[in-house]
């Protein structure tokens, strides 16, 4: 699957967003504009994503925490939420870029629902095998 991209404003606001976007967070064509990053993030989460300070936005300080701490890393994991409220595990990258006298934020988002789910089976076919040797020693 493609991985969705999304371009948002100082506000927190999408601007621009892919097909893939789209798709992955669950929108129809276009409507995931003006959508704010926040709202595509599992509540309470925050704290473990990137925000900036941002003096053009006093009120918008939560979502600019979030995306300065998820510039500073790679490969974020998070659970996000589609528009229907359903959660799944996304990994992301953002980027912020200084135009003029305005900064605006590039995330790359991908859905690893499926590398979660494959993961959480190892760990649980692992226990089984560590429990099964145990039971057999």
């Known amino acids: 699957a493609a991985d ?24 129809p064509p276009g409507k995931l504009v003006g959508v704010r990053v926040q709202n ?4 309470g ?11 053009e936005v006093p009120n918008a300080t939560e979502t600019f925490r979030m995306v300065d701490r998820m510039t500073r890393s790679s490969g974020v ?22 135009l003029a006298d305005k ?3 590039t ?3 991908r859905d690893v629902t499926a590398r ?3 993961e959480q089976q190892i760990l649980q076919m692992n226990a089984d095998l560590d429990r099964r040797v145990r039971e057999q020693t």
């Open 107 to 109: 995330g790359i988002v």
């Open 103 to 105: 900064v605006q934020y």
């Open 40 to 43: 595509l993030v599992r509540a």
């Open 4 to 27: 969705a991209v999304v371009l948002f404003n100082a506000r927190g606001e999408i601007d621009v967003a892919n097909e893939a976007a789209e798709q992955i967070f669950g929108y």
């Open 116 to 118: 979660k789910n494959a």
């Open 77 to 98: 994991e998070f659970r996000a939420v589609r528009k229907d409220g359903t959660e799944f595990w996304a990994e992301a990258a953002f980027t912020a870029v200084r």
């Open 45 to 55: 989460q925050a704290g473990g994503l990137p925000l900036f300070p941002a003096p």
